[in-house]
């Protein structure tokens, strides 16, 4: 199995792709965190119990940016599930990889949690104000032998966040990003996707899980990518989960050799 049981979408492809996306799903209309009255509570993924610390009060601390990390998003762990107990190519092409990096994992870190195990490493990263509860809920969720390093990566300061990583990879090349939720602005994409393209060599598989929600945001995204000479993969709803098959959209992509 590979990522080409997936669909190609080219450029000729994207508006008609973005259509049919969205016409063919039933969007979720809340905004897709979890909306827990307390801070502290557990998600079951699979057999797995994941014990989950939010902070409000983190969010109306912030009266600007970078807010959306406090909370837990529900594309992760829809993902995280699908990856442990689906067979499709990417959890056969994920399972017993080497080096992983998330890009705002947010404070849950659930797909460290979850899939650090099917890894050699697990790099979760995220901007600074988010690393302490990050590490918080990661420990309390840990794995016997725990191979989940925390890395500040900040897309808008790509140097600092590449210099973090170089530091703890030691010339390991990366074999899967993953981002979840990172999708949803404008502004942010070329900075997310510089912050990709550094990471990936040809090998390097790009796995980012979107809630769908504006559609020109998705199809500049996408746009984007192809113009920074990604290959990109959807994957059809066929291999998804019943969680998954509405409302989110999950993509893979490769450097053009
Ligand atoms: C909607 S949240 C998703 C969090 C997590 N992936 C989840 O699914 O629960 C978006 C994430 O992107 C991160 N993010 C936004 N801008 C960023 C930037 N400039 N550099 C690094 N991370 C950023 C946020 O901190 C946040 O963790």
Same mark, same amino acid.
């Given at each position: 199995?590979? /990522? ?11 508006? *008609?792709?973005?259509?049919? =996306? @969205? $016409?063919?799903? #039933? ?18 993924? %699979? ?12 969010? @109306? ?16 762990? &829809? ?11 990417? $959890? ?9 990096? *998330? &890009? ?6 659930? =797909? ?18 988010? =690393? #302490? ?18 890395? *500040? ?26 981002? +979840? ?6 502004? /942010? ?11 990936? !060599? ?15 945001? =998705?199809? *500049? ?8 000479? +990604? ?14 098959? !509405? %409302? ?10």
């Amino acid at each position: 199995m590979s /990522l080409s049981d997936f669909t190609l979408i080219g450029k000729d492809d994207l508006y *008609e792709h973005v259509y049919l =996306l @969205y $016409s063919g799903s #039933k969007l979720n209309n809340d905004l897709g965190y979890y909306p827990s009255k307390a801070d502290k509570f557990v998600i079951p993924i %699979g057999e797995l119990d994941i014990e989950i610390e939010q902070s409000k009060s983190g969010v @109306y601390a912030m009266h600007e940016t970078g807010t959306t990390g406090f909370y837990l998003w529900k594309v992760s762990p &829809l993902f995280a599930e699908w990856m442990l107990y689906h067979k499709h190519p990417l $959890s056969d092409m994920f399972n017993g990889c080497g080096v992983v990096v *998330e &890009l705002g994992s947010g404070v849950a870190g659930i =797909l460290a949690s979850t899939l650090s195990t099917r890894c050699e490493v697990f790099l979760a990263t995220d901007q600074r104000h988010l =690393l #302490k509860l990050l590490a918080k809920n990661i420990g309390s969720n840990r794995q016997p032998k725990s191979n989940i390093k925390i890395v *500040e990566f900040d897309w808008e300061n790509i140097e600092l966040g590449v210099s973090n990583l170089e530091a703890t990879l030691e010339k390991r090349q990366v074999d899967f990003v993953l981002a +979840f939720d990172t999708i949803y602005n404008s502004f /942010l994409l070329d900075h997310f996707i510089a912050a990709t393209k550094t990471l990936c !060599n040809s090998e390097t598989i790009v796995v980012v899980g979107i809630q769908l929600r504006d559609e020109d945001v =998705l199809l *500049e995204f996408l746009q984007k990518m192809l113009d920074n000479s +990604f290959q990109c993969y959807h994957v059809d709803q066929e291999w998804l989960s019943p969680g998954l098959k !509405n %409302g989110y959209g999950i993509y893979c992509f490769k450097l053009c050799s």
